[in-house]
């Protein structure tokens, strides 16, 4: 390594022109970056449940579905201007960027039918289309229309009258939710009405001056969401629309963490290049790997922004080990040429150790098998291998050019030495060294133990899902959870799974039934209704529907009413003729929703209370133990499952059964790659131990606080593992040297805990500060990434600060004390 170092601060112009043309050339490529959210990326895409969504997502529904609840807050909707608003609304959409216009429903679409049916005679007629009533008789007779309907009454209009929903389905091929959010945000605060609607609402006293906004051309522009009416949208496409907007907000906290960093690093180096060098290898970093995600196709999703800035500081943090280094050996009299090969020489393997375990720790993620888990581990994992050049080679390199300060002299170093001792870390370090190795490191230890038997208990409450009704990214009180709470808690339609019902090509033929109508077959519908009423026991399951709701008040209505005859008919026949008379005489795509055009498939959609990890995995083995005890089912299968919850319920089991080999993966990397690099089975456990430690009290954290693991927090234990275990390898390599030169191992660690705990503080505290600032965050989630990360940051600072020393002590590893004898 002396040699290597020699070599190449010898051709530092060669390097140094090298490493700036890969810059520039990555920088072309980062500015071409594309910053958006797939939702494809977002699902296990192997998983059973994500191949069915795939399958039905075009034909019943997917998870893109948004539901928009008009409500108001005096008397209830069935009034000419909350009405002329629903309609408004419902006709918007179809103009809204992806929006599927058969799937699209409300009292105002004319999919919303009255079906009366009489002895002999069926009338199908539109509730509310495409006029809504003016007077107040029309307005008394639509209320009597939804009153009697199940269809609308609970359905579309709440049980107190005071909302009604709008639902739309969003093509998931064509969503760009950055144009979804802002064609909804636009309709939630304005819509055009015309000038003989403001006349005759002026006539009529519904008219307010307050709500006029402006004039376009002939229309009137008013307000939307005014004195008396709330529009709450929730949704995924509304979901991530919002997570983007607010990713913008980002970068102001990122600008802020750059400044606190510069902030803390002169306070603590009192050196220019001391904040030079580490930020603008930082910036370097982000060109490399942002270019690397360009140049592989990879977006970038505001999702997990936090993973990419921890990358960044991961440069910071080795450039600042190699500056706390460079500092120490110029002030201890050494030129500038020199000290730079002794950072090459001295440091460079325990550098790359550290960044080998800090790619393999990212790396790991991509066992999850969703998409962009592995766009981003790749790039990751690419990004700090990037590290081994940027901090190992070319900081030392451009400290090779900066010529030696004034404030960097043999004198400075004196004096500096001699205001040590009114420094309390310094005072604090010469303290620590002989109290660890005395009796210290027995308390260390117990206290340890102490500390892992808590976060054990704790750890063992964390769940794998959102923990949060609404959005878990997003802040309780935000805007979308409110929105999401008031829709969820007055019509809970936000969280469906798709159950699907379907022939098995490979069953014989029904007798009697022609080839194809597996639906219409009256044992068929008659299992839907059986698995429905199964369905609703459950506590989390509010109410299911499919196309065999309508047809017991169909069978009613043929019977003049009489609610004596609310039921399905006893006879085969009968029930498949019911479904063929409901079904073929509606217009086009009016069950969509329920069966398939070719009567193969029919979709149970069950509507669940939220998606919290006890609701998601409570309503699936639900269903499953539907399908292993109590079916009936001739002829066809259950298919689990699509929706919202049926792919939550994916990306579940996929975190779930993933997540324990990841945390074993991890931290046999780090054992694995810290024995390679020291030879020896003892160093790679002194150093693992400390993270599988911080790990636990991580988890413990989360299990604490609620925080579930989710595609979001899936990375964090992984990456911290990874990114912990440098402060360890690089106390254990200085270690090594000091043990040359100490009057034994106690006297070497006492040394060590001086020279490189003082390091070990500085970069820890640094990047403690740096990630709690995203506590100011406008996403829940990044502020909670930031504060766990530093928390567990700062525990790896105390592992290294605290147990190795104490390990060491007590072990005498053979490793270390072999090259104290050879002194």
Request: net charge positive; hydrophobic share 45%; aromatic share 12%.
């Amino acid at each position: 390594m002396e040699k290597a170092a020699e070599f190449i601060i010898k051709r530092r112009n060669f390097f140094m022109a090298a490493i700036l043309v890969v810059t520039i050339f990555f920088g072309y490529y980062a500015t071409k970056l594309k910053v958006y959210t797939n939702f494809s990326d977002l699902l296990p895409q192997k998983h059973p449940y994500i191949q069915l969504h795939n399958k039905i997502r075009n034909v019943f529904g997917g998870a893109n579905q948004v539901l928009i609840m008009v409500q108001v807050r005096k008397g209830d909707i069935f009034n000419e201007k909350t009405l002329w608003k629903v309609k408004y609304l419902t006709e918007q959409l179809e103009k809204v960027p992806g929006a599927d216009s058969y799937k699209i429903y409300s009292i105002a679409h004319r999919k919303a039918k009255e079906i009366k049916v009489k002895t002999g005679e069926m009338v199908v007629a539109a509730l509310m289309f495409p006029n809504i009533p003016s007077t107040p008789e029309g307005l008394n007779e639509l209320k009597k229309k939804v009153y009697s309907d199940p269809k609308f009454y609970g359905s579309l209009v709440s049980l107190d009258s005071k909302k009604t929903l709008i639902t739309v389905d969003f093509f998931e091929e064509e969503v760009d939710y950055n144009a979804i959010f802002n064609a909804l945000q636009k309709l939630r605060t304005e819509m055009k009405i015309k000038k003989d609607v403001v006349d005759l609402w002026k006539a009529k006293g519904l008219w307010n001056d307050k709500d006029f906004i402006r004039m376009e051309g002939d229309d009137y522009v008013v307000k939307m969401e005014d004195d008396n009416h709330i529009v709450n949208i929730a949704g995924e496409p509304m979901h991530l629309g919002y997570v983007r907007y607010h990713s913008k907000q980002v970068l102001g906290i990122l600008g802020l963490t750059v400044l606190a960093t510069c902030v803390v690093l002169y306070f603590y180096f009192k050196s220019k290049r001391g904040v030079f060098i580490p930020i603008f290898n930082a910036a370097c970093s982000a060109i490399w790997g942002l270019g690397f995600m360009s140049l592989m196709g990879y977006p970038l999703s505001p999702l997990i922004l936090v993973l990419p800035f921890l990358i960044s500081l991961m440069t910071a943090r080795h450039s600042m080990q190699l500056m706390a280094r460079y500092l120490e050996e110029i002030q201890g009299g050494k030129d500038v040429r020199t000290a730079c090969k002794i950072l090459i020489a001295q440091m460079f393997f325990p550098g790359l150790t550290s960044i080998i375990t800090d790619a393999f720790g990212i790396a790991i993620v991509a066992i999850a098998t969703i998409p962009i888990l592995t766009y981003m581990s790749i790039s990751c994992a690419f990004w700090s291998i990037a590290t081994v050049i940027l901090s190992l080679l070319f900081a030392p390199l451009m400290l090779s050019y900066f010529p030696t300060s004034k404030r960097m002299s043999v004198q400075f170093a004196e004096d500096e030495r001699k205001r040590a001792k009114k420094n309390w870390l310094d005072r604090f370090l010469f303290w620590l060294g002989p109290w660890i190795t005395a009796k210290g490191k027995w308390v260390i230890v117990g206290a340890t133990v102490l500390i892992t038997a808590v976060g054990l208990f704790y750890s063992a409450k964390i769940q794998v899902g959102d923990f949060f009704p609404g959005s878990s990214i997003l802040w309780p009180f935000h805007r979308y959870n409110l929105d999401a709470f008031r829709i969820t808690f007055s019509m809970p339609l936000l969280n469906p799974m798709y159950i699907i019902v379907q022939k098995d090509e490979n069953a014989p033929p029904p007798t009697g039934v022609q080839i194809g109508d597996f639906i219409v077959k009256a044992d068929t519908l008659r299992e839907i209704d059986k698995f429905q009423r199964f369905m609703g026991t459950h506590e989390r399951v509010m109410f299911s529907q499919s196309i065999v709701n309508p047809l017991p008040a169909f069978f009613m209505g043929s019977h003049d009413n009489d609610p004596n005859w609310y039921t399905l008919p006893k006879e085969d026949l009968l029930l498949s003729f019911l479904y063929k008379q409901l079904v073929y005489q509606s217009t086009t795509g009016d069950w969509d929703r329920y069966i398939n055009q070719k009567d193969t498939a029919a979709n149970v959609v069950i509507y669940c209370r939220d998606k919290m990890p006890k609701t998601v995995v409570g309503v699936v083995d639900k269903v499953k133990e539907y399908i292993s005890k109590h079916s009936t089912l001739k002829g066809g299968k259950f298919l689990l499952a699509g929706g919202a919850i049926g792919t939550q319920a994916a990306v579940r089991e996929v975190i779930a059964e993933s997540q324990t080999l990841n945390l074993i993966l991890a931290l046999g990397g780090v054992w694995f790659f810290c024995a390679l690099n020291f030879r020896s089975v003892a160093a790679g456990l002194i150093l693992t131990i400390p993270l599988a430690i911080s790990n636990v009290i991580a988890f413990a954290l989360m299990g604490a606080y609620n925080i579930g693991l989710t595609v979001n927090t899936y990375p964090v234990s992984s990456v911290g593992i990874g990114l912990g275990v440098d402060y360890g390898i690089y106390f254990v390599g200085r270690l090594l040297e000091e043990i040359k030169v100490a009057d034994g191992l106690n006297d070497a660690i006492s040394r060590t805990i001086v020279s490189n705990g003082r390091s070990i503080w500085v970069i820890a505290t640094t990047l403690t500060i740096g990630l709690a600032l995203w506590i100011f965050s406008p996403l829940k989630f990044q502020a909670e990434m930031g504060i766990l990360l530093a928390i567990l940051l700062l525990m790896n600072m105390l592992g290294a600060l605290l147990l190795v020393p104490a390990e060491i002590a007590i072990v005498k590893p053979k490793f270390v004390t072999k090259l104290l004898r050879k002194g």
